[in-house]
């Protein structure tokens, strides 16, 4: 399951946003910092219009979508990394997580405190960051000590201490790790430090009602991060999220039309997050149930066969697919074989966007 840790300074709106997201309390939001003392994890259904249809024309009993978890940790200050505010305990939840989604507020309401006096989405991202940064470079130093050592009988070692002196080039340059381009190989090498700057990061902007549908200048200052970056970015209101929790599903359509918006910030932000970390989903479907599996791009028919049950891709055989599109066009399985549209794939086959797949295997 993707997990993604939601993360922010004090009173940016984060506890907020998790509370509305996974739709319940777990999480206390105060005007006050720290209110999250604990790291609070929430698993929701990722939205897909796509299940309801295949359900309708398997005649499906049950529909499973897949699913995030989100874990709201607690509001980080500058001089986390030397023990300031939750300090080390904030920053080593977010080591768990496969994403950053990193809330900045982008708003402006006298009766909400910010931590820093003021609303300045730059200055707000530029702690947060450096404070990961510093971090991440306290850990590569201490590293790179020890591997110099082992780099002088080991050819192992000394590939390890070239990435590492990459990586700690960028980090005393106060940019994450994550610019550092690296190759899958020198990722691995790497990977057992769970370097924070180097985890993927989606800044949700967090602006007010008013302001959803169109942004404002607080949005292009954290887009402009982003670009360079090569993050992504969510524009949502958890104002609005807050709202929606109580409103029925026409309510909720007609409420964001007259926002101008088409869907709520939890689509926003699963697709940035599906975008930034290169996720595709799949589908199964038949009488039994039709489910949701996701996957990487690129991955081919035997290891997404092998996200169902590694069995599956143990004993993979092939894979009969049809695109969701085509299925839905001709209104069943067996009319679309009658127009050949399903195919038989096999090991070196791509998975695609929407697939709609069936695994014949060796048990």
Not at 54 to 73: G, Y
Request: charged residues 25%.
């Amino acid at each position: 399951m993707l997990r993604a840790g939601i993360v922010g300074l004090p009173n940016v709106g984060k506890s907020t946003l998790f509370n509305a997201l996974v739709a319940n309390a777990k999480a206390e939001a105060a005007n006050f910092p720290f209110c999250t003392i604990e790291p609070n994890v929430g698993v929701v259904s990722v939205p897909d219009e796509r299940l309801q249809v295949l359900a309708n024309i398997s005649s499906s009993a049950e529909i499973v979508p897949t699913r995030v978890e989100f874990v709201d940790i607690a509001g980080l200050v500058k001089g986390a990394s030397q023990g300031e505010g939750l300090g080390n305990k904030f920053l080593a939840n977010i080591r768990e997580v496969d994403a950053i989604v990193h809330v900045v507020r982008c708003f402006e309401d006298d009766d909400i405190i910010h931590v820093s006096g003021s609303v300045d989405p730059i200055r707000d991202i530029e702690i947060i960051n450096l404070e990961l940064i510093l971090t991440d470079l306290d850990q590569v130093e201490r590293r790179i000590e020890r591997t110099r050592k082992q780099a002088r009988t080991s050819k192992e070692a000394q590939f390890e201490l070239t990435v590492l002196e990459k990586i700690a080039e960028l980090l005393n340059a106060e940019k994450p790790a994550r610019l550092a381009q690296l190759s899958e190989e020198e990722l691995a090498a790497v990977q057992g430090l769970g370097l924070l700057t180097l985890k993927p990061i989606i800044y949700a902007a967090n602006v007010s009602e008013d302001d959803l549908a169109a942004g404002n200048d607080f949005v292009k200052q954290v887009q402009a991060i982003a670009t360079h970056e090569k993050a992504e970015v969510a524009v949502v209101s958890a104002q609005v999220e807050s709202e929606l929790i109580e409103l029925s599903e026409e309510e909720r359509g007609d409420f964001l039309d007259s926002l101008g918006v088409t869907e709520g910030g939890l689509k926003t932000l699963i697709r940035a997050t599906y975008t930034l970390l290169g996720l595709r989903t799949y589908f199964t479907c038949g009488p039994k149930e039709t489910r949701a599996w996701t996957i990487t791009t690129g991955m081919k028919a035997p290891q997404a066969a092998g996200v169902i049950h590694t069995d599956f891709e143990r004993g993979f055989i092939r894979a009969e697919t049809v695109a969701y599109k085509d299925l839905v066009a001709t209104g069943s399985m067996g009319a679309a074989k009658e127009k050949g549209l399903v195919r038989s794939e096999g090991k070196e086959y791509v998975v695609q966007e929407g697939d709609v797949l069936l695994f014949r295997f060796n048990v």
